[in-house]
């Protein structure tokens, strides 16, 4: 090997470390006891309401931007891991139907608004639809009554926290973080996404739950993000694991 190519390749190999461990996370100096603490919380989290797999329901919502408002009736059928329909509604009518298969997303209007279109994804971004960037699978876990916490292979308490009310959650290799935040009475309550550099993308905040006889599911809803666009989700009547047939999520030609 000539001197040249020795240096060419230290080059690369130096620049693929500089470049993979900027993607690795650089979690702080903390307690080993707390971290099992920290490491529970979160793994309940994401395991919370996990024995709903499959429910339908009916909700209020309502996006805001800084130039507008609209509320909507919505009704929905959903099944994990990524199946949905949601019909949305005004004065009674539908005007809008929306069905996720895990392939593809399809949108129907029931005025003319537009023709109906589809287009394939496993897991749509909604940013252009709701204003907030989620994905489709976070939505579906929303209305199944669970919470959207993602993979995490770190938890430990937010430093930033002497309360022990926030748990960082971070996983290898990956660009976002999340934090989750517990009231008082250690409910969940917040649920934050963060790039590396610590700027919020969007947050998720519980401000009612409703109890039932099979448990706790958040009926009030808000998700925003930072320019002050706002997806708020009042839920009105929920069921869990009803009966849903496949057809649900085929659209008809009379829609």
Request: aromatic content about 10%; proline content about 5%; some cysteine.
């Amino acid at each position: 090997m000539t001197k040249q190519s020795s240096l060419s390749s230290l080059f690369y190999i130096i620049a693929f470390i500089l470049i993979f461990s900027g993607c690795a996370q650089l979690r702080p100096a903390s307690n080993p006891l707390l971290d099992k603490q920290a490491l529970v919380l979160a793994s309940q989290a994401k395991s919370f309401n996990q024995q709903i797999i499959a429910s339908k329901g009916t909700g209020w919502a309502r996006i805001e931007t800084k130039t507008k408002t609209d509320k909507f009736k919505i009704a929905w059928a959903a099944v994990s891991p990524n199946k949905i329909r949601i019909t949305v509604l005004m004065s009674g009518l539908p005007i809008e139907t929306i069905i996720a298969t895990g392939e593809k997303i399809t949108f129907f209007s029931h005025t003319g608004e537009h023709s109906k279109y589809s287009y394939n994804s496993k897991d749509p971004d909604m940013e252009d639809y709701i204003q907030v960037p989620i994905k489709m699978s976070e939505i579906i876990l929303i209305l199944l009554g669970r919470i959207p916490v993602k993979k995490f292979d770190n938890a430990y308490f937010s430093p930033s926290d002497p309360s022990l009310s926030s748990i960082s959650l971070e996983q290898n290799w990956k660009w976002v973080t999340q934090s989750l935040h517990f009231n008082e009475k250690g409910k969940i309550y917040g649920l934050k996404s963060r790039d590396l550099s610590g700027k919020i993308l969007y947050e998720i905040m519980i401000t009612q739950y409703k109890i039932y006889d099979f448990g706790d599911i958040p009926i009030k809803i808000e998700i925003k993000d930072m320019n002050n666009r706002k997806l708020t989700l009042d839920i009105t009547s929920f069921q869990p694991n009803p009966p849903i047939k496949e057809s649900v999520f085929r659209l008809t030609e009379s829609g």
